[in-house]
T-cell receptor, first 111, second 113 residues
Framework: TQLLEQSPQFLSIQEGENLTVYCNSS?????LQWYRQEPGEGPVLLVT?????EVKKLKRLTFQFGDARKDSSLHITAAQPGDTGLYLC???????????FGEGTQLTVNP | NAGVTQTPKFQVLKTGQSMTLQCAQD?????MSWYRQDPGMGLRLIHY???????DQGEVPNGYNVSRSTTEDFPLRLLSAAPSQTSVYFC????????????FGQGTRLTVV
């Protein structure tokens, strides 16, 4: 099983601040997905990055896939209380459709 | 759109009891999987299936069985529940192929006492 290390595990910031969440591995993934999970719900996909060096933007969220396809980052600009939630990265193994999840980052944005 | 439906949402079991967690999807997805989520450990893969009649073990399969007799259903069986199996269980489905989105159910919160 390929491992993904996600950091930080917890993040509490004030509204308007910027933040970055990191997802790192020593293994190569065929794609990297970012999910967001609300309490009592299942994770919901935010974005998928497939190509090494790829950058995708979703409003105030910027996702980047490392050149070697081993790491990824999620950057949120001007965080809002509505961004509060659990963010999970998931790497798709090169051998098939299996997803390996990071430990998750619990983000709290205080008004 | 129903998507992925899990039942029950909550369950309390006594140690040694068995039960089946149900998962059904109506999107004709080939790939289905079961995860457990524990604090600080993300989601860990228990079992998965790439199509009807085909199942395989994930990262933490011990104490769990699965079967896939139809494309739609992928039940997870706990053979003899243990307190270590207290967790939140999620079923997910997706199309086969690289980079496809996984759709998750709402989860089953299981407590084993």
């Amino acid at each position: 099983t390929q491992l993904l290390e996600q950091s930080p595990q917890f993040l509490s910031i004030q509204e308007g601040e910027n933040l970055t969440v990191y997802c790192n591995s020593s293994s190569v993934f065929s794609s990297l997905q970012w999910y967001r999970q609300e309490p009592g719900e299942g994770p919901v996909l935010l974005v998928t990055v497939v190509t090494g060096g790829e950058v995708k933007k979703l409003k105030r969220l910027t996702f980047q896939f490392g050149d070697a396809r081993k790491d990824s980052s999620l950057h949120i600009t001007a965080a809002q209380p509505g961004d509060t939630g659990l963010y999970l990265c998931a790497g798709e193994e090169t051998s098939g459709s299996r997803l390996t999840f990071g430990e998750g980052t619990q983000l709290t944005v205080n008004p | 759109n129903a998507g992925v439906t899990q039942t029950p949402k909550f369950q309390v079991l006594k140690t040694g009891q068995s039960m089946t967690l149900q998962c059904a999807q109506d999107m004709n997805h080939e790939y289905m999987s079961w995860y457990r989520q524990d604090p600080g450990m993300g989601l860990r893969l228990i079992h998965y299936s790439v199509g009807a009649g085909i199942t395989d073990q994930g990262e933490v399969p011990n104490g769990y069985n699965v079967s896939r007799s139809t494309t739609e259903d992928f039940p997870l069986r706990l053979l003899s529940a243990a307190p270590s199996q207290t967790s939140v269980y999620f079923c997910a489905s997706s199309l086969a192929g690289a980079g496809t989105e996984a759709f998750f159910g709402q989860g089953t919160r299981l407590t084993v006492v």
